[in-house]
């Protein structure tokens, strides 16, 4: 999996949404089926924030503890070439990377 979203702190630790500091799961009902799918980062039940994570596989060990809210519509080679990005210890990139220019919702 590809985990980001941490603006505040940059290391998996930072937590803040539009809804204060935590906010509750919304629905357990799409399950992480395979490659592509958005979910939301979490530390427990109810402490969403800012964090998200995009599954390069299916990960069916995720599923009722991290609520789906989307899938990589177009995208996919992208997805692709993060997930063979070089990583250290804690499994951290060794190099930045950084998708810009991507388009907005």
Avoid at 72 to 80: K, L, N
Avoid at 89 to 94: F, H, T, V
């Amino acid at each position: 999996m590809i985990q980001g979203g941490d603006f505040l702190n940059g290391d998996g630790t930072g937590r803040l949404s539009i809804y204060g500091a935590k906010f509750d799961d919304e629905s357990f009902a799409l399950k992480h089926t395979g490659p592509g799918l958005l979910s939301m980062a979490n530390s427990g039940p109810n402490t969403n924030g800012c964090q998200f994570f995009i599954t390069t596989t299916a990960c069916d060990w995720l599923d009722s503890k991290h609520v789906v809210f989307g899938r990589v519509y177009d995208g996919m080679p992208t997805v692709r070439k993060v997930e063979h990005i070089s990583v250290g210890a804690g499994s951290r990139p060794l190099f930045a990377c950084v998708i810009s220019e991507c388009g907005e919702l």
